[in-house]
């Protein structure tokens, strides 16, 4: 077996799968935000392995600002969650169901 | 024979897999402090996968960025809000099985596109190398308006996180 472009994709594919079912199925905010977290780093790895094996590093330089704006994301998603239950006592999505605070 | 990369990389996007696993649905534990730490794991597996791609640089900054600053952010967070209860609950059982179904659903669907799309693939030939050197030249000279805009996002993301951690939101 030669570690080829399929197996990274296939790789890829299946942690995107784990991470929607972490954000579809758990009902914990924070653990659905790590679910978001598993499927940007999906991508990424996508995104490497078309870099290394189309001899491109654009690609490559795609992921470094992925990863800089998911950290951004990362911030004020954090602070809106934060705020979030401030107001409302609960990180439990089925609690915030309504649209006003 | 395979060759020792190959193991890595099998060894590594299973460790991958099985800890994203245990990161979004662990039978034992449903406590988010596990799901973060198994979250790490996942990310320093990932950066292993990069090491084998050799993109080199981008797994420096994966651990960095995200095991060291977005999962210390993440714990902050957990342990700040005080998230005992939550593992209490039960499961929804409407929720468990639309996200099986859609998780199958987009299974299949990947699966498919990759079977037809399977002789287009595997080049062995000369690969590029994800050092810093050539990594730089590039983003500084052809990304370099995207690697400024980068930083005003940044700031703005900066401001915004100061104004909504503010104790009125008035």
Redesign the interface.
């Known amino acids: 077996m030669q570690a080829g472009l399929n197996h990274y994709l296939i790789v890829g594919g299946l942690l995107f799968c784990l991470g929607l079912f972490g954000v579809i199925a758990r009902r914990n905010l924070l653990v659905v935000y790590m679910g978001l977290e598993l499927m940007l780093n999906a991508a990424n790895l996508v995104l490497v392995a078309f870099s290394r094996f189309n001899n491109n590093l654009n690609g490559q330089v795609m992921v470094f600002f992925v990863i800089t704006v998911a950290a951004a994301e990362v911030a004020v998603g954090l602070a809106l969650i934060v705020a979030l239950y401030r107001k409302r006592r609960t990180a439990h999505v089925e609690d915030l169901a309504s649209l006003k605070l | 024979m395979?060759?020792f990369?190959?193991l890595l990389?099998?060894a590594f996007?299973g460790l991958?897999?099985l800890f994203?696993?245990l990161?979004?649905?662990n039978p034992l534990s449903?406590n988010?402090v596990t799901?973060?730490m198994f979250?790490v794991l996942?990310?320093v597996s990932?950066a292993g996968?990069?090491v084998?791609?050799?993109?080199f640089?981008?797994a420096a900054?994966?651990i960095l960025?995200?095991a060291g600053?977005?999962m210390v952010?993440?714990l902050f967070?957990?342990m700040?809000?005080d998230?005992g209860e939550?593992d209490r609950?039960k499961?929804?059982r409407v929720?468990?099985i639309?996200?099986?179904a859609?998780?199958l659903g987009?299974?299949g669907v990947?699966?498919r596109a990759?079977w037809s799309a399977?002789g287009a693939?595997?080049?062995?030939?000369?690969?590029?190398e994800?050092n810093t050197a050539?990594?730089g030249r590039?983003?500084f000279q052809?990304?370099v308006l995207?690697f400024e805009i980068?930083s005003i996002?940044?700031l703005?993301?900066?401001v915004?996180?100061i104004l909504?951690?503010k104790k009125e939101?008035k």
Do not use: M, W
């Open positions: 395979p060759a990369t190959d990389f099998l996007a991958t897999l994203g696993f990161c979004v649905a449903r988010p799901s973060a979250l996942t990310i990932l996968l990069y084998l791609l050799h993109a640089f981008l900054v994966q960025v995200y600053a977005v952010l993440f967070v957990i700040l809000l998230l939550e609950r499961l929804n929720a468990l639309s996200g099986t859609a998780v987009l299974a990947l699966v990759l399977k693939a595997a080049t062995g030939a000369t690969l590029v994800g050539p990594l590039i983003l052809s990304y995207p980068l996002l940044l703005v993301a900066l915004g996180v909504l951690s939101l």
